[in-house]
């Protein structure tokens, strides 16, 4: 009996959740489509993005813990780069930081049906296994920092393997563009998304607290190409230490039949 009231009990959360996530964007579509189709308008999109993203993690009804929120830089370019555990990575990014950012997703997001080109047209989409790909994002991604717009960027490159046990190695690019620009790199770690919405087949939402811990800025300047390992390292160093290993893993899938018995192993 309590497998079967749990496995309504997610299901009528996952409801709960996709509601608030879908129906602010039906009602602003036509807007956001409208704003998508002139550059100069897209900071209005961003604007609108962000406090879509407010309402629906504040409707989802779990706590945020949000840890140095006052070490965002205010008035001037930095690169941002965070752990990749979620979806939900990206609204959780746009609810806490503040101002006009420009975020470096994979090119599948842009073809996402509805959503999708209007996020390819507002933000930088690359195709990792594209060296041409890669090298024309970094190009928008130096763009926007010299026009004093913040930049955010997956270092792993993809989702992990191991949310919030483990990270993936991080690519060079975003280390190599903040010291090219004389921004500022700034870590943050994200510990618990993959407990709300993990990367499996299918819509796996599970009611969940979510974290975000944003670390001191690391300084680039003065520095060269040449120490571009070494603030990488800092950086999954510091991304690293707020992880929560209790808390990795991938929750399990909801379901109201008992486990099939094992088979017997005969000797």
């Known amino acids: 009996m309590s497998r ?3 496995f309504i009990g ?7 959740a996709t509601f608030w996530f879908v129906m602010p964007f039906v009602l602003t579509y036509p807007l956001q489509w409208a704003l998508s189709q002139r550059p100069a308008w897209h900071r209005y999109l961003h604007t609108l993005n962000r406090y879509w993203s407010k309402l629906f993690i504040r409707m989802w009804g779990m706590p945020v813990e949000t840890v140095g929120a006052h070490r965002l830089p205010v008035g001037h370019p930095c690169v941002y780069v965070a752990n990749h555990s979620s979806y939900i990575d990206i609204p959780l990014l746009f609810r806490t930081i503040p101002g006009w950012l420009n975020i470096m997703g994979k090119s599948s997001l842009a ?8 996020f390819g047209r507002a933000y ?11 090298g024309r994002a970094m190009v928008q991604a130096r763009r ?7 930049v955010v960027i997956f270092p792993e490159g993809a989702i992990s393997k191991t949310p919030g046990q483990q990270l993936e190695p991080f690519k060079d690019g975003a280390f190599q563009l903040a010291i090219a620009a004389g921004v500022p790199i700034v870590p943050i770690t994200m510990p618990l998304n993959h407990r709300f919405m993990p990367d499996v087949s299918g819509l796996r939402v599970r009611y ?10 690391l300084p680039t300047t003065g520095l060269t190409a040449a120490d571009a390992p070494a603030l990488k390292q800092r950086a999954y160093d510091l991304i690293a230490s707020a992880l929560r290993p209790e808390a990795g893993g991938i929750p399990e899938a909801s379901t109201w039949r008992q486990p099939a018995p ?6």
């Open 4 to 6: 079967l009231l749990r």
């Open 10 to 16: 997610h299901r009528l959360y996952t409801t709960w």
């Open 111 to 118: 073809r996402v049906p509805v959503w999708g080109p209007i």
């Open 124 to 134: 930088i989409t690359v195709d990792r296994e594209s060296a041409v790909s890669r």
């Open 144 to 150: 926007t920092l010299e026009s004093g717009r913040s």
């Open 208 to 217: 969940s607290r979510l974290a975000i811990i944003v670390h001191p800025p």
């Open 262 to 267: 094992q088979p017997l192993v005969r000797a």
